[in-house]
């Protein structure tokens, strides 16, 4: 479905992202590993149109280069961004309903409800500013937000990224039931390898912008290399 | 006797307090509405338009022609008028400043020397097309006035105070209750976020110069009444500047609270402090009684640094 | 000058990547100071009376789009009020030569003393208020200065202002003139005499802000500019520094509206209001923001601008002015200076190709 190859991209002369190729098939969980600086933000924002790129980028066979962000949102691709990137200002519902904003169907306000019900916590501070809440509720916020757009491809940056341990495994938790039950594929980028392979079904390593190493995620986990750098032990 | 006379001043007294209201209402109406224009593009974009005087003067210019001293009903030439200037606003953001501000990579000020630009453009287009002698405008509501305690409040202070509250009121409709005005507010706050949830923002920032452009071709028909000329808005978008500045320039509710607390002062200083030092100005030939109200501004500012209305700013390291 | 070196927030790709300071592009700049020092100094000799009075003001303009620029392009707050500054030392000038006979060099000692005090008063709310809000308190001051010229109308001539007497006028004080007789042979006009003066304080205050920027402090200041907090973490005094900075941007802008005073020998006030502020404001980013070249290119520009445009319709010349501005804008936010950088860019990098 997203089929990406010999991407190059980065920030003004700087070429972060060197040479990448790596593909997600429908409905399919992939992770991308990657330390500090490896190029996993740039990696998914030249995905979505938010930075110049050269390269290959198809999904479903057109290709993404080129498009802006909410033409790409458009074709079907969500983006939670690092950092949640909620709109602070707007309440939750607000938030949720403007993750709508691509779909031109009347099933918007049931989609709010049945959000609300899998994540009850957002339910409860429904018109509460998104910026009243904590880190978790937000990147489950940003979640329900992307998935408001009905994508057939989520991307998420790091969601693991200031949250404490179990907040991050709940957050976990729901993507993969969401997975399951939505049938969207998911392309996750992660220092967090330990949770992130839990549920994936291959995954690729990042180093200075580069692919280092692919497989599946039992693969990957039992790896030597993998598991000194990304799982510690 | 003496009670009919102390009576009688403290009436007269009465009635002058509720004429200096209604005419700060009436200008601090028209204040409110520029400062709101100034507002929503600020809001959507961080940008300080000083073009907006100069093309809400150009509107008006606009209006004029196209009524052609009463060929063309006011309103009607008032309403293609509107269109002309929503359309011209969105083309001056897509042919101006988008392209300075993809440019300059998040630099003020070469945004800053575009809209000064404009300013110079437009200031100096409309004389030269039509002329520098001052036109004849008419008055939107008719010269009637009614009778209220004494003082007169003229249909033109009533019927600028309702287009003002007919503004606030679509816009509110605008902002809270449609799916643009959403994805608007949503720019306001995070616009790459609203970029990743597919909001176009290049169209929401057309928009948001479009609405601008059209609320000042409003105000300047409200005011042209006086005598049009290529001044019109000069001192009003100084007052306008500093109502947003006093609600906190990221507030609409802001700027009209902002807009009618300094056509009040000024206009309450102009009587009750005319002795005082300072207190009545001219400028460029128009009465300008804004000391007092700059003075009111500082000292809010340095209390709230952000406005009465404003969100405070968040530094991170 | 290395412009090359002077910092610029712009990202302008295209002048970092081929400037290695090579002998070559010394030798050029080296010859081109040379040759702008030949050009400044021989102008007036060359040129008629109108012409070197014209040049004049650009000198006197240009110090004070020099002080806008340390406190805007280098410090990083805006002022839309200079033009009250540089009206403080217009009007020291005009009132201490017209009332008192005081000789120039004094009065430009009092205006800066009298702006400098002005400047950090206006500076100290910029402690707590900044961006479009302190905008707002500069335009202020810019809105009421023409008015408090008129109020103290005893003092400062009210709306008619100051003119200067023929006896109250700088002319050359007759030891320069001897001695400009015994090396040339011929008289040392008041106008050339003016010029020459203007251009010593300009050269010496562009030399002082340049050594100023480069050294700990101007650090500090683009520190300040760049990011407030960290500035903060790293011991830099922010509040003193923006405080001290608005003073002596005050002070510079003084130091022209004495100049061109000197120069005009009147003061008047609808000269320093807020249209100057803007076109200050205008001047330091048509010649480039951070720049030290910049604030010379840029009163260059504003005094000739108008000629430019055809004469057959003046009233469209702000029109032409305004869309000048814009399309200058797009092609290049650094200004004239940047718009020679990138130029000068291309040279090197097809030299060495």
């Known amino acids: 479905m997203l089929w990406v190859e010999n991407l190059t991209g980065g920030y003004g002369p700087v070429q972060v992202v060197q040479g990448l190729s790596f593909e997600v098939a429908a409905g399919e969980v992939v992770v991308i590993l990657g330390a500090n600086g490896s190029g996993k933000t740039t990696t998914l924002r030249t995905i979505s149109g938010m930075i110049h790129g050269r390269g290959t980028v198809t999904f479903d066979g057109t290709s993404l280069l080129g498009k802006r962000p909410d033409q790409i949102v458009r074709m079907g691709i969500a983006h939670v961004p690092q950092g949640r990137g909620t709109i602070t200002d707007l309440t939750v519902e607000e938030n949720l309903r403007l993750g709508a904003y691509v779909r031109a169907d009347r099933e918007v306000e049931e989609d709010i409800e049945q959000w609300c019900a899998v994540f009850p916590r957002l339910g409860e501070r429904r018109d509460q500013p998104a910026g009243s809440m904590s880190g978790g509720e937000q990147q489950m916020l940003a979640i329900a937000r992307a998935l408001m757009s009905k994508p057939k491809l989520l991307l998420l940056d790091e969601p693991s990224l200031g949250l404490a341990p179990l907040v991050t495994r709940e957050v976990f938790e729901k993507l993969e039931s969401i997975n399951r039950e939505t049938g969207a594929a998911v392309l996750v980028v992660e220092q967090n390898a330990g949770l992130a392979l839990g549920i994936s079904s291959r995954g690729y390593v990042l180093e200075t912008g580069q692919i280092v190493a692919q497989g599946s995620s039992e693969e990957l986990s039992t790896d030597e290399a993998v598991r000194q750098a990304y799982l510690g032990y | ?317 | 000058m290395t412009a090359a070196a002077a910092p610029s927030e712009l990202p302008d790709t295209s002048s970092e990547v081929p400037t290695r300071p090579n002998r070559k592009a010394l030798m050029i700049k080296t010859v081109l100071c040379v040759v702008g020092a030949v050009v400044l100094i021989q102008m007036p000799l060359l040129m008629d009376r109108s012409t070197t009075q014209r040049l004049t003001q650009v000198l006197a303009i240009a110090v004070a789009v020099l002080g806008l620029n340390l406190l805007t392009g280098f410090n990083g707050q805006i002022s839309v009020g200079h033009s009250a500054f540089m009206g403080i030392g217009a009007y020291a000038t005009a009132i201490m030569m017209a009332r008192h006979e005081s000789p120039f060099i004094l009065t430009m000692m009092v205006a800066m003393v009298v702006a400098f005090a002005v400047g950090v008063v206006v500076g100290l709310p910029a402690l707590r208020i900044r961006g479009v809000y302190l905008a707002l308190v500069t335009l202020a001051l810019a809105a009421m200065f023409p008015q408090l010229v008129v109020r103290f109308s005893g003092l400062t001539g009210g709306s008619t202002g100051i003119t200067l007497e023929d006896t109250q006028q700088v002319t050359t004080p007759q030891p320069v003139n001897d001695l400009f007789k015994s090396l040339t042979g011929s008289r040392l006009l008041d106008n050339q005499y003016r010029y020459y003066l203007a251009l010593v304080v300009a050269v010496v205050c562009f030399v002082l802000v340049r050594n100023l920027v480069k050294s700990r402090v101007g650090r500090a200041l683009i520190a300040i500019r760049d990011n407030e907090t960290p500035a903060e973490v790293l011991g830099v005094n922010v509040g003193a520094y923006k405080v001290a900075t608005f003073g002596v941007s005050a002070m510079l802008a003084a130091i022209g509206g004495s100049l061109f005073v000197m120069n005009a020998d009147q003061a008047v006030p609808s000269e320093f209001g807020i249209q100057v502020s803007i076109e200050l404001l205008t001047a330091v980013v048509v010649g480039g923001v951070a720049t030290f070249v910049g604030p010379a290119v840029g009163a260059l520009a504003l005094v000739y601008v108008s000629d430019l445009f055809p004469k057959e319709h003046p009233e469209y010349a702000p029109v032409l002015f305004g869309l000048t501005l814009i399309v200058l804008m797009i092609i290049s936010p650094g200004g004239i200076v940047g718009l020679a950088k990138q130029g000068w860019a291309r040279l090197v990098r097809s030299r060495s190709a």
């Open chain 2, 1 to 317: 006797m003496m009670v009919t006379a102390l009576l009688a001043e403290e009436v007269s007294a009465l009635t002058n307090f509720l004429q200096y209201t209604f005419l700060g209402l009436q200008k601090g109406a028209v204040y409110a509405t520029i400062a709101l224009a100034l507002v929503i593009i600020f809001r959507v974009s961080g940008i300080l338009n000083f073009a907006q005087g100069e093309m809400a003067t150009f509107s008006t210019f606009i209006t004029w022609a196209i009524w052609g001293d009463g060929r063309v009903p006011i309103w009607a030439a008032l309403a293609l008028s509107l269109v002309v200037s929503f359309a011209l606003g969105a083309s001056i953001e897509r042919l101006v400043i988008r392209p300075v501000s993809k440019k300059a990579a998040g630099n003020p000020l070469p945004i800053v020397i575009a809209t000064i630009g404009l300013y110079l453009a437009f200031s100096a287009l409309a004389p030269a097309i039509w002329g520098t002698d001052a036109k004849r405008f008419p008055t939107l509501f008719g010269e009637g006035s009614l009778s209220l305690a004494g003082a007169s409040i003229s249909y033109q202070t009533l019927g600028t105070l309702a287009v003002l509250a007919v503004v606030v009121g679509l816009l509110f409709v605008l902002f809270q209750k449609t799916k643009i005005g959403l994805a608007m507010r949503g720019v306001a706050s995070n616009a790459e976020s609203a970029s990743l949830v597919g909001v176009s923002v290049g169209s929401v920032l057309m928009l948001g110069w479009a609405l601008s452009s059209a609320m000042g071709c409003m105000a300047g028909a409200l005011t042209a009444n006086v005598g049009l000329n290529g001044a019109l808005m000069i001192a009003p978008l100084i007052y306008a500047f500093a109502a947003a500045t006093l609600g906190g320039f990221d507030s609409p509710a802001g700027a009209v609270v902002g807009g009618l607390i300094v056509g009040l002062v000024a206009e309450y200083s102009a009587d009750y402090l005319a002795e005082v030092p300072f207190t009545t100005i001219t400028f460029i030939g128009e009465q300008l009684r804004i000391f007092p109200a700059f003075l009111l501004i500082l000292v809010v500012l340095l209390v709230r640094p952000q406005g009465l209305f404003g969100k405070p700013q968040v530094t991170r390291v």
